[in-house]
């Protein structure tokens, strides 16, 4: 097989594959876009800080989840409903549908 784990087919499965689906590419377009960062350069960049820049998207409306935010540190402060999600330890999917790996 030409590239590894990249098994024959139509381009846009060996697309898929190569790019790691919908979610990741939208993470490596915005790690490009906003903080010129490659692929490698954000597989790198720790996880913590990962998050803090996510966020930072997100409290800026850059992406979907200022006012998720808002809510979040609202109800933290216990002004506001039920505790939302921790975002120390939620995954990525579960802030405005971005995703990124997990510390191992």
């Known amino acids: 097989m030409a590239h590894g784990a990249v098994p024959p087919g ?3 499965s060996r697309y898929e594959a ?3 689906g919908a979610d990741r590419r939208s993470v490596l ?3 490009r876009r906003y903080f010129n960062l490659s692929p490698a350069e954000w597989d790198a960049t720790p996880w913590w800080e990962s998050h803090l ?3 930072g998207l ?3 409306g850059v992406i979907g989840g200022g006012e998720d935010r808002q809510q979040h ?3 933290e ?3 506001l409903g039920p505790k939302p999600i921790d975002l120390t330890s939620a995954p990525l999917e579960s ?3 971005f995703q990124t790996r997990r510390a191992g």
């Open 53 to 55: 820049l996510i966020e």
């Open 18 to 20: 190569l790019s790691g």
């Open 29 to 31: 377009y915005l790690a």
């Open 58 to 60: 997100q409290d800026q």
């Open 95 to 97: 802030i405005g549908g």
């Open 10 to 12: 139509t381009a846009g």
């Open 73 to 75: 540190d609202q109800a």
């Open 77 to 79: 402060s216990g002004t």
